[in-house]
């Protein structure tokens, strides 16, 4: 199957009040797992890599992997760039056959974000790709993307309205408490759905987007630390406040952390208790099969997603 872009997946996912996992990749062992999962599971996926990851292994060879996958492929598969900055960084993965694109002007003034994401949602148009933007700014760190908690602002949901129709943009990431990286919250978790709701009024039927919806495992989080990880403090997004924002307007939840806990986890014990092995393919092996198995629990036990391709 082809490549899809974010509308074929969101109008489904709107249909039927679940929402698609967006899992970050920087690799083949990654991207291969996500996929494997997807198809299995019989679910819509998102795949999608940040600028560094395209810094890391290049756009050509990126887009020419997934591609290959998805071909072999009987669900729908998009493929988005995450957190894309500038315009330049948008129409390069645009015209490397990206299929879905966010640009994330959400540190600039209100005017200016609404100024560059026209400007995106234009050129992606005309080239039938799908553009994410997002309004307010979340806390945390991960990849390229950084926020102290003083910086974080919440949505405005008249604003978010007055956006989406200034830009034309396919769907909008809100800011209602989820948080980028590995630790999420000091204290109890708290997500502010009445934001969520009142954006859903003004905005019926519209795809709404979830960054920093990790929820980090704590059974991962163990098995990390039981061969040397030190993840002291990892907490995140429960699973059951992502099911209730599922059953909104929330169409697309962006997952790395996970992947990464689980990914390393994985290697850690492997080489721990192999330590003659030097098979690349062995203990990424073993990496592998905990990322699909975090994969297949979000498609079944938290977006819904499962069986619904």
Do not use: W
């Not at 704590?218 to 992502?242: C, F, R, T, W």
């Amino acid at each position: 199957m082809e490549l899809v872009n974010g509308k074929v997946i969101f109008e489904n996912a709107l249909k039927g009040k679940y929402g698609v996992g967006a899992f970050n990749f920087v690799n083949i062992e990654t991207l291969k797992s996500i996929l494997d999962s997807a198809e299995e599971n019989k679910s819509p996926v998102i795949v999608q890599c940040s600028t560094g990851a395209i810094k890391y292994a290049g756009v050509d060879a990126l887009v020419a992997i997934c591609k290959a996958y998805a071909s072999k492929m009987t669900v729908p598969v998009c493929l988005n760039l995450d957190h894309g900055k500038t315009f330049e960084d948008c129409k390069m993965c645009i015209d490397a056959g990206f299929t879905n694109v966010m640009i994330d002007a959400s540190h600039l003034p209100y005017e200016e974000n609404i100024a560059l994401t026209k400007s995106v949602v234009e050129y992606a148009h005309s080239k039938g790709v799908t553009v994410e933007a997002e309004l307010g700014v979340l806390a945390g760190v991960e990849d390229e993307v950084s926020a102290t908690e003083e910086d974080a602002k919440y949505t405005n949901p008249q604003q978010a309205y007055e956006f989406v129709k200034a830009t034309g943009v396919d769907s909008l990431a809100i800011a209602i408490g989820t948080s980028h990286g590995t630790v999420k919250f000091k204290g109890e978790a708290k997500l502010r759905f009445d934001i969520l709701e009142e954006v859903e009024k003004l905005l019926p039927n519209f795809p709404i987007v979830l960054h920093g919806a990790s929820s980090i495992p704590q059974d991962m989080v163990a098995l990390a630390e039981q061969y040397g990880a030190k993840l002291k403090g990892s907490n995140g997004i429960p699973e059951h406040m992502l099911r209730e924002a599922c059953s909104h307007n929330v169409c697309k939840v962006n997952v790395d952390s996970d992947l990464r806990l689980s990914f390393t986890a994985g290697i850690r014990k492997s080489l721990t208790e192999n330590p003659e092995n030097v098979d690349l393919r062995k203990y990424n092996g073993v990496g592998m099969e905990l990322i699909k198995t975090v994969v297949k629990n979000k498609m079944d036990n938290v977006f819904g997603s499962s069986n619904r391709a």
